[in-house]
């Protein structure tokens, strides 16, 4: 049971990296970035969508915490 576990996880992260070996290779237009004046390099747009998703992996479980954090405060105080 063991390896089956393995073995899925192991084939799930497969068909991940797959799809975004795929995505990148598929979204290779130049786009040039342009927010509140500011101007980004020309890169491919599956940079630019990458690094969005990977910000927001990052600030989705800090805002959880933090609001876990404010819920458990109002409960005990």
Do not use: C, D, H, Y
Not at 4 to 29: A, P, T, W
Not at 37 to 59: D, E, K, N, R, Y
């Amino acid at each position: 049971m063991r390896n089956f576990k393995r073995l899925l996880f192991v084939l799930f992260f497969l068909v991940v990296v797959l799809g975004v070996l795929f995505f990148v290779l598929e979204n290779q237009q130049p786009v040039v970035l342009v927010f509140l004046g500011w101007s980004l390099p020309q890169l491919p747009v599956s940079i630019f969508v990458l690094l969005a998703l990977l910000v927001g992996l990052l600030v989705g479980p800090i805002l959880g915490f933090i609001v876990a954090k404010r819920r458990s405060t109002l409960k005990s105080g």
